[in-house]
C-alpha cells in the first residue's frame, strides 16, 4: 500500500531532550516536506527537499534539522526542544514540486 | 509576506445546503492553487488548479481559480454529514525551491 509513515505518533519530552521524528515514503517520490499544525496558524511548512541531499527551509525552520540520506527518508530532528515546539506535525511527500501531496498520519509531539 | 487568506473560518450548514468556500491569495510567484480536505487526521488531496477559468470537478465536489482577482472557490453541493471537515487552501510558489504555503482553513460543520 502507498504511504507516507510516521514514528512515532505521540510524543510527551522534556525541554532540552534531543528527538528524532521518522518519516518514509514507499512511493519512489522526490519531494519531502515537514509541516507543523497549530490552532489558528494553520499548517506551516518547517523543511523540504527536493531529493537527497537537497532540503531547505521553509517558514518556520528556527529550532529543527533535517536530513535526506537515502529517497525513502526524511527525519525531522530537534536538537533541544522547546515547549514553543508543541504541535502537531505531518511528513508529506510527492512525485514532483506540484502534484498532490499525500500526508502522514501526523506526530503530537508536546515539549514539558 | 506571503498570505493566503480563508473565508468562512467556520460554517454551519444543513445536509442538502450547497456551501462555497473562499481562498485569495497575495504571493509572489504563483505556480498552483491546491485544495485539501482534513477530518481528525491528515489532509487528503482534493484539487490542483493552474489555470485561471478551468473548474476542476470531483462528484458534489468543484473548484475554480481566478488568476487575475487572485482568488479560489470551492463549491459543494448536496452536502452531507460526512463533508464535516477543515478545508484547506494552499499556495504554492514558483521559487528556486518549493514551498507550500497555507491558509487557516474552513472549518465546515453539516447537521443532518
Known amino acids: 500500500e502507498a504511504q507516507v509513515t510516521q514514528n512515532p505518533r505521540y510524543l510527551i519530552t522534556v525541554t532540552g531532550k534531543k528527538l528524532t521524528v521518522t518519516c518514509s515514503q514507499n512511493m519512489n517520490h522526490e519531494y519531502m516536506s515537514w509541516y507543523r499544525q497549530d490552532p489558528g496558524l494553520g499548517l506551516r511548512q518547517i523543511y523540504y527537499s527536493m531529493n537527497v541531499e537537497v532540503t531547505d527551509k521553509g517558514d518556520v525552520p528556527e529550532g529543527y534539522k533535517v536530513s535526506r540520506k537515502e529517497k525513502r527518508n526524511f527525519p525531522l530532528i530537534l536538537e533541544s526542544p522547546s515547549p514553543n515546539q508543541t504541535s502537531l506535525y505531518f511528513c508529506?511527500?510527492?512525485?514532483?514540486?506540484?502534484?498532490?501531496?499525500?500526508f502522514g498520519p501526523g506526530t503530537r509531539l508536546t515539549v514539558l | 509576506e506571503d498570505k493566503v487568506v480563508q473565508s468562512p473560518l467556520s460554517l454551519v450548514v444543513h445536509e442538502g445546503d450547497t456551501v462555497t468556500l473562499n481562498c485569495s491569495y497575495e504571493?509572489?510567484?504563483?505556480?498552483?492553487l491546491l485544495w485539501y480536505k482534513q477530518e481528525k487526521k491528515a489532509p487528503t488531496f482534493l484539487f490542483m488548479l493552474?489555470?485561471?477559468?478551468i473548474e476542476k470537478k470531483s462528484g458534489r465536489l468543484s473548484s475554480i481559480l481566478d488568476k487575475k482577482e487572485l482568488f479560489s472557490i470551492l463549491n459543494i453541493t448536496a452536502t452531507q454529514t460526512g463533508d464535516s471537515a477543515v478545508y484547506l487552501c494552499a499556495v504554492g510558489l514558483e521559487t528556486s525551491g518549493s514551498r507550500l504555503t497555507f491558509g487557516e482553513g474552513t472549518q465546515l460543520t453539516v447537521n443532518p
Open positions: 508529506a511527500s510527492s512525485f514532483r514540486t506540484y502534484n498532490e501531496q499525500f
Open positions: 504571493v509572489t510567484n504563483f505556480r498552483s
Open positions: 493552474t489555470s485561471s477559468g
